[in-house]
């Protein structure tokens, strides 16, 4: 798989979980990475939750910025979502993301390769 996401689970209000997503060598060198959401009944999140750049930059969209965080293990192609602070609307399919071959940007447009997406439930 190009992009293959893991540790998704149940969790209570106010936990934290971490996600993981492997990608291959070339996917993981790409300008860009990023970590989408859908939550239920809705379509994708136009906007990523977060994005890191090949250079360790990062974003976040105000929703979970000061308890998400994107980061990468460049020897074990794997990025990971670190989420604190979980609330019962950060429900939803989590999918890791890259921008398609030859795009050299991180606008929501330029992420068109996706992974199979791993589901996140906050509920008490």
């Known amino acids: 798989a190009q992009l293959e996401e893991s540790g998704g689970g149940s969790v209570q209000p106010g936990g934290s979980l971490r996600i993981s997503c492997q990608a291959s060598?070339?996917?993981?060198?790409?300008?860009?990475l990023g970590w989408y959401r859908q939550a239920p009944g809705k379509e994708r999140d136009r906007i990523a939750l977060?994005?890191?750049?090949?250079?360790?930059?990062?974003s976040y969209a105000d929703s979970v910025k000061g308890r998400f965080t994107i980061s990468k293990d460049t020897a074990k192609r794997t990025l990971y979502l670190q989420m604190n602070n979980l609330k019962p609307e950060d429900t939803g399919m989590y999918y890791c993301?890259?921008?398609?071959?030859?795009?050299?940007?991180?606008?929501?447009?330029?992420?068109?390769?996706w992974g199979q997406g791993t589901q996140v439930t906050v509920s008490s």
């Open positions: 993301a890259a921008p398609e071959p030859g795009i050299v940007g991180c606008t929501p447009g330029d992420f068109g390769v």
């Open positions: 060598e070339y996917f993981f060198s790409s300008f860009c």
């Open positions: 977060a994005v890191i750049e090949r250079d360790g930059f990062t």
